[in-house]
């Protein structure tokens, strides 16, 4: 069964940190472009950060740059988040998708995970 599953969300105080990981199974990310969106109640789904496939290209919504990095483990077959100076405005539902063969993360997205809560707030 091919699939994404997020983790690393929680409650966290603002200025605090989180790391989330992206992890598939049942296929390799390797050839996959991967990028974190989020969402909030009432609101559209926002891309976050992305990561390209080959190039290893990255890029980021203004709203994260300079407070979020990604990163990917291809032996670990995992994506990462690392999340600092965190803000209650980043309080979203995250979620992980992947694109094969690409290397941004415009247009669909061939697999998406279910998402992780994470809540910045005192």
């Known amino acids: 069964q091919l699939q994404l599953v997020e983790s690393g969300g929680g409650l966290v105080q603002p200025g605090g940190s989180l790391r989330l990981s992206c992890t598939a199974s049942?296929?390799?990310?390797?050839?996959?472009?991967i990028g974190w969106f989020r969402q909030t109640p009432g609101k559209e789904r926002e891309g976050v950060s992305c990561?390209?496939?080959?190039?290893?290209?990255?890029n980021y919504a203004d709203s994260v740059k300079g407070r979020f990095t990604i990163s990917r483990d291809n032996a670990k077959n995992t994506v990462y988040l690392q999340m600092n100076s965190l803000k209650p405005e980043d309080t979203a539902v995250y979620f992980c998708?992947?694109?094969?063969?690409?290397?941004?993360?415009?247009?669909?997205?061939?697999?998406w995970g279910k998402g992780t809560l994470v809540t910045v707030s005192s």
């Open positions: 049942g296929f390799s990310l390797d050839y996959y472009a």
């Open positions: 998708a992947a694109k094969l063969l690409a290397s941004s993360c415009t247009g669909g997205m061939h697999y």
């Open positions: 990561i390209g496939s080959s190039n290893g290209r990255t």
